[in-house]
């Protein structure tokens, strides 16, 4: 079946980077782009972007420029998100979902979150 | 603050109905199809509805969508205690150049 795993639970230190996986599988990877969202503790969803899976070209929301990467391995049909010199504001769930169809938001199916908790 | 407005809860008794609305503006839902997805607790959102009214296969037909100028509605019938979740709506915001969603919604089954 169509799905998305991601990467397990990160809890690093201020300054640190952390690497966010997340692997597809039952579906031809480069055909559907990825969108990434968070969702910070008690609190709504957030769209921080989208990487075009045939060509590796991300799009990133304001906001989420500068410190935040997406990018991909097609050999393993993985995408990842690099965020570096992480702040404790970037504790979150961050998701991977894949777009189904037009510019947004046809989110499906999604991965199943990954907590990243930056904490000294 | 979200670009999308949505009530921050609702409530209804089990095998009732209820409605979840969606404010947004033209750049957004005004232009452009609007998603909803359930986020049930400690769960990822999954999609329930795509293209303003569609369902994707699995999703039951108690679940629906509507637009109506820069407006859009979830209606849930026959309501379930496995109903509860965070409801979000989603779209396009063409003159942001962005996906936006709604603040959510919290369906309790009273």
């Known amino acids: 079946q169509v799905q998305l795993v991601q990467s397990g639970s990160e809890l690093k230190k201020p300054g640190a980077s952390v690497k966010v996986s997340c692997k597809a599988s039952?579906?031809?990877?480069?055909?559907?782009?990825i969108n990434w969202v968070r969702q910070a503790p008690g609190q709504g969803l957030e769209w921080m972007g989208w990487?075009?899976?045939?060509?590796?070209?991300?799009t990133y929301a304001q906001g989420f420029t500068g410190r935040f990467v997406f990018s991909l391995d097609t050999s393993v049909s993985t995408a990842y998100l690099q965020i570096s010199s992480l702040k404790a504001d970037d504790t979150a769930v961050y998701y991977c979902?894949?777009?189904?169809?037009?510019?947004?938001?046809?989110?499906?199916?999604w991965g199943q979150g990954t907590l990243v908790t930056v904490s000294s | 603050q979200s670009v999308l407005t949505q009530p921050p809860s609702v409530s209804a008794a089990p095998g009732q109905r209820v409605t979840i609305s969606c404010s947004g503006s033209?750049?957004?839902?005004?232009?452009?199809?609007v998603s909803w997805f359930q986020q049930l607790p400690g769960t990822a959102p999954k999609l329930l509805i795509y293209?303003?009214?569609k369902r994707p296969s699995g999703i039951p037909d108690r679940f629906s969508g509507s637009k109506s100028g820069t407006s859009a509605t979830l209606g849930i019938t026959g309501l379930q205690t496995g109903d509860e979740a965070d409801y979000y709506c989603?779209?396009?915001?063409?003159?942001?150049?962005?996906?936006?969603f709604g603040g959510g919604t919290k369906l309790t089954v009273l």
């Open positions: 979902a894949r777009l189904n169809g037009g510019v947004c938001c046809q989110f499906d199916p």
């Open positions: 039952g579906y031809t990877f480069s055909t559907y782009p």
């Open positions: 990487i075009n899976t045939k060509t590796g070209n991300p």
């Open positions: 033209s750049s957004n839902i005004g232009n452009n199809y």
């Open positions: 293209e303003n009214n």
């Open positions: 989603g779209t396009w915001d063409s003159s942001l150049s962005a996906g936006v």
